[in-house]
């Protein structure tokens, strides 16, 4: 299986962390991580792995951010339904058509009952 690794930047130039992903396609690079490809999948679960458990998240939005000369910038927020609030950190999260990833996820209340967490990707097109 293939990885690629995505620097996370939430406001400014500050990073928080590293996302990683395995596709089951084969090699990925960081062209392929866009937000084209979770567009689809709003309103779809996702599985949250932590400390053996699992959590499900439904993907609850894709935001695009204004690109400049060769970046790729947009953040995702998936909604849990649980009363858990997980801490910001890096958290385990699969979904049957794009594998397993590693992503920075950052707690924001949500308008409904359940966590909203932030997954903000910001790249380098090259």
Do not use: C, W
């Not at 690079?29 to 679960?45: E, M, R, T, V, Y």
């Not at 801490?87 to 949500?110: A, C, D, I, N």
Request: charged share 15%.
């Amino acid at each position: 299986m293939g990885s690629f690794a995505v620097s996370l930047f939430v406001g400014g130039d500050k990073s928080l962390g590293v996302a990683t992903a395995k596709s089951l396609a084969g090699e990925s690079n960081l062209s392929n991580l866009n937000a084209n490809i979770f567009q689809p999948l709003k309103g779809k679960d996702f599985q949250l792995q932590i400390n053996g458990q699992t959590i499900p998240v439904k993907l609850a939005k894709v935001e695009e951010y204004r690109q400049y000369a060769k970046t790729d910038a947009f953040s995702l927020v998936f909604h849990s339904r649980g009363n858990e609030t997980l801490e910001q950190g890096t958290y385990h999260v699969s979904h049957p058509k794009l594998g397993e990833m590693k992503f920075f996820m950052v707690p924001s209340p949500g308008k409904r009952s359940g966590q909203n967490y932030v997954v903000t990707i910001n790249h380098y097109l090259g």
